[in-house]
């Protein structure tokens, strides 16, 4: 299967380099030059545009920063292949479920697949990784090699593809609130003399502390936050989380505090730096 991946940054190049494992053709596009150098020593091809890029794909995978970057280069991707009954879109980015839904209209035919990633960019490499689905089923089962061959499980959400990105926030949404409580224990035990490495050891085993934190649970303790998954992408999941909650009536406070954390640490300094950095604030009181 020929494979358009659109997007090089961490989770696109982990995801494109996994379908080269798998024997895929893969060509790939970067609004940035300059990031795709690991793929392209993989055997991955570079195009100029995402028009070059789908031109001869059978599948066209998104993997992009926010609602804004996925929506202006779903235009394009739909500009280049009006008239098409051969392609399929997919959608691994995280974004709105209105987002989702729109770039369903977008795709030539409807064929649209939201894919959210659960995992991170390494569980991707390693084939470890699962994804949830949502959109029309025959344009799910027509591109089943990639699900079975690049993921360890998938997960079909129903025809609404806004039902599988909403799932993944609400997943991402748990991790972010979780990072900043698990923050907050280890600042506390820090300022009262508890010896860390003995602390560290405890969190481990604290059937309390979720095992999806087990992977930043140093980092949080003593690391340099060089992560993938940076406070301002943080940010924007909660933020889409709560605004998911708002337009069905509901109101969530800890999200509101939760989101304004992740804000306050990429303002202070930790932009780029991987979620864990929230530590940092608590350390220094800052609300």
Known sequence: MRIAVLGMGRM???????????????????????????????????????????RNAQAVVLSLADDHAVHAVMEQV????????????????????????????????GRFVAAPILGGPLDVVLGNARTLLGGDRVAVERITPIWRDAFASFTYCGDDPGCAVTLKLLSNYLLMSNIVLVSEIVATAEAAGIDRKAFRELLFKWPSVPPL???????IIGGDHAGWFTTLLGAKDVRLTREIAESHGLVLPLAHLVERLYEEAADEGW?????????????????
Do not use: I, M, Y
């Not at 934190?213 to 980092?219: E, I, S």
């Not at 932009?271 to 608590?282: I, N």
């Open 78 to 109: 739909a500009e280049a292949a009006s008239g098409r009954d051969d392609l399929v879109v997919a959608d691994t980015s995280t974004v709105s479920p209105a987002t989702s839904r729109s770039l369903r209209d977008l795709a030539p035919g």
């Open 12 to 54: 696109g190049r982990a995801l494109a380099e996994r379908l080269l494992r798998q024997h895929f053709s893969v060509t790939v596009w970067n609004r940035s030059p300059g990031k795709a150098a690991d793929v392209l020593d993989e055997g991955a091809t570079l195009a100029p545009s995402p028009a070059e890029a789908v």
């Open 271 to 287: 932009a780029d730096s991987d979620v864990a950095a929230v530590v940092e604030l608590v350390r220094r009181g800052t609300r």
């Open 213 to 219: 934190l087990h992977n930043r649970l140093d980092d």
